[in-house]
């Protein structure tokens, strides 16, 4: 509001014209009588909070309203007096409180509640109120709700009914038991005998069921030490298994170590073996060539003496001479061939040792590149998935693993699953530092490409999912199956612990519960420790006793460290868990390169050794071949010496002396013999000698082959063979927790049978006591027990009543009373319920016929006033929907189509509206009516109409107050005592009150 202060106004009994140009103050006074009076600001039309009619720069607003509190209808006379005061005060935060005055000033109320009882009494109201409409339906409303408490109270009555019954047939048992105290006593008696034997009954029974359930708790016990026991074997199977394989990589590591300088020692002797079987050849050789050279001189010497014996003819002296320079001759030719012999032979040993070292490394050569083809293979198997990897991450775990997941959803899908499946594992982790991925493969292995399933039958149709992708024969995923629970196991307990070093559990980020506990049930990673450098592991495991629950530990290069041993990795790299896949490629792709090239390098070194191997074989076989014919050659050169040293002249020759020389010659012959049986024996010895070695090497460096192909599957076994050690000794330990657990409970069972067994000794002493024959009792303890209580009680009341019947009698009495009293209530009130819905009903019907008696004359009224300007209208009452819809035709009445109001022009519109609130005025109780410029958009000739219908509707109802707010200055009314007109003058700029002058007569007041 922009007004600091308007009025006061003192309103005529009859009709007031509220005059003023806009802006003056007009609908300001209307909207104080609708705010001052209880009404929301909604209702004004001029504001939607109570706090926009505070003026800006004010805290608060007041209005005040004095209402005529007269005649035989006033509204607490003896309090208010003559007149009411409505004070109300609005904050500027929107919030009001209200002051209730008397005729003298006095502070009568504070609360809304009474200022509406007033509006209520003098029917102070909108349409609807106003008409005593929404006032029946009211009391209709509250009626009903009458009638439900009505309802409940009978409900409740009913229920109260039901206990002063009960209590009336107690008073009256309590009434007819005055003459069966006797009965009772002894009934009680037998009670109290019943009841010792049935708590020694009850007792009893418990006794049976604490044995029972000691019996199944021994049955059980039995059980679970057959099951500790079964699992102890069981333990000690992988115990057993897990030494065996470890005994046996350790005997194989042994072995290998072992045989290395064994080895080596074996190729030594070989060689040296080689060695020596050649010179003793050779030097069986030579003494075979001089036994055939002596065997050829004794031919020669027996032949010569027989020709010496036969003949007589003499050589000359010239063949003689002849004979020594050919001997001499040929003695230089032997000394030079044996040279050539000797330079020859060392040749021959020089290509036969170069032709044995390059077949060695031929072989070598060979087996590295085998060995680089299968890295190559695995590399290049290795950088395809890694490609794949970059569009498809799942891919690194095998090439049918993303389409063997869309397999499981769509089975999860149709429902063949209990809960989907988890997996690759691999997928399902992080890693905290990328540097320790190695590390963590090395520890998790396949367990990376392993699944977990909540069931069995989860399992098999995993299972045969798994058969789409995964041909029989070739390697299939793990599949773990273990009962999915939502929370992580807490392994505090038992978790291995370095301030320093991480273990595999704290070195991964597991979002899923599920993978995080097969992790720890299958490899134990909360006791696995991840130690970067190979030499700080070695420190920790084996040189001091490893961490608390730390069984072993890896480093960043894959090494495996256990206390006693340590085993080297024979990756360099991560398959599934490196982050920088591009890095990786590149890696992987410069690595296949070099394999190539190392593979190209191996294959040109061994054709340059076939080359090498070839022409040493060559020269060798020259070589041997021109051995061969020195050796041929020196022989014929000797033989030929010899004969021609023995060849003499018959004249010189002494018979004698070549027998003699002959005879030597046989010794030497027999001593050389000898000699060449020896060193045959000997050949043959270092030929064996040497068999053997080549055989023991042979045999040592296969053997070592062998191990290291046997270790490398024992390495996983005995993971393997680990982890099930693991599995066992959980299953121990969780099979002694459950049976500690059950043993304490069967002890706890015992010690309650051994007080249970003292307390039936006890109750049957009190038994026996009570009554020395034991009765046979049906009913319980408890009941019983109740029984006697309440025989006991009614006892004690006879007792206490006992020689005053007359008590007992009033008692009775009133309880009847009461019963019966309340008992006729709720009858009445069930006819009064009856006779209201009777009442109601016809009730109903009178206020639908009340209804419609006030719209026909709403109708009527409306019709009446709109041909004062040969206008015709129609009114439609909506009571259902609580709508009312108008249209008026102006002119020439009937012959013209009903228009709706947006239709007509402004006069006419206003002109109807002005009919329309009359209408509503004629079928209204309220004691004043209120009408904001009703003359707006009239002509002049309308406006007549309308002013002389409302003054002639004010002078048939003088007994009402009518307001009227118009901008026009009203000077052409004719002069009244029942009509005054308040003229608002034009607010100034700064003004703080706005000053009204009466015009025309002054104000009488109304006394009547």
Known sequence: MCHSMLGPFKFGSNVNFVVGNNGSGKSAVLTALIVGLGG???????????????????????????LRNRGDDAYRANVYGNSIVVQQHISMDGSRSYKLKSETGTVVSTRKEELIAILDHFNIQFFMKATQLEQMKEDYSYIMETKERTKEQINQGEERLTELKRQCLEKEERFQSIAGLSTMKTNLEYLKHEMAWAVVNEIEKQLNAIRDNIKIGEDRAARLDRKMEEQQVRLNEAEKKYKDIQDKLEKISQETNARAPECMALKTDVTAKKRVYNEAEVLYNRSLNEYKALMKDDEQLCKRIEELKKSTDQSLEPERLERQKKISWLKERVKALQDQESSINQEIEQFQQAIEKDKEERIRIKREELDVKHTLSYNQRQLKELKDSKTDRLKRFGPHVPALLEAIDDAYRRGHFTCKPVGPLGACIHLRDPELALAIESCLKGLLQAYCCHNHADERVLQALMERFYSRGTSRPQIIVSEFRNEMYDVRHRAAYHPEFPTVLTALEIDNAVVANSLIDMRSIETVLLIKNNSVARAVMQSQKPPKNCREAFTADGDQVFAGRYYSSENTRPKFLSKDVDSEISDLENEV???????????????????????????????????????????ESISEIRELENIEEHQSVDIATLEDEAQENKIKMKMVEKNMEQQKENMEHLKNLKIEAENKYDAIKQKINQLSDLAEPLKDELNLADSEVDNQKRGKRHYEEKQKEHLDTLNKKKRELDMKEKELEEKMSQARQICPERIEVKKSASILDKEINRLRQKIQAEHASHGDREEIMRQYQEARETYLDLDNKVRTLKRFIKLLEEIMTHRYKTYQQFRRCLTLRCKLYFDNLLSQRAYCGKMNFDHKNETLSISVQPGEGNRAAFNDMRALSGGERSFSTVCFILSLWSIAESPFRCLDEFDVYMDMVNRRIAMDMILKMADSQRFRQ???????????????????????????RGQTTLPFRPVGQEEEEDRS
């Open 40 to 66: 929301k600001a909604v209702a004004t039309n001029r504001g939607s909070s109570l706090k926009g009619f505070v003026k800006d720069g004010q805290n608060s607003a007041d209005i005040s309203i004095t």
């Open 593 to 635: 390169e070099n394999k190539k090239a190392q593979i190209l390098n191996l294959q040109q070194h061994l054709s340059a050794l076939e080359k090498d191997i070839k022409r040493n074989e060559e020269f060798l076989r020259r070589r041997q071949i021109h051995y061969r014919e020195l050796k041929v050659k020196i022989t």
């Open 962 to 988: 009518f307001i009227l707010l118009t901008p026009q200055s009203m000077s052409s009314l004719p002069s009244s005592k029942l009509i005054r007109i308040l003229r608002m003058s034009d607010p100034e």
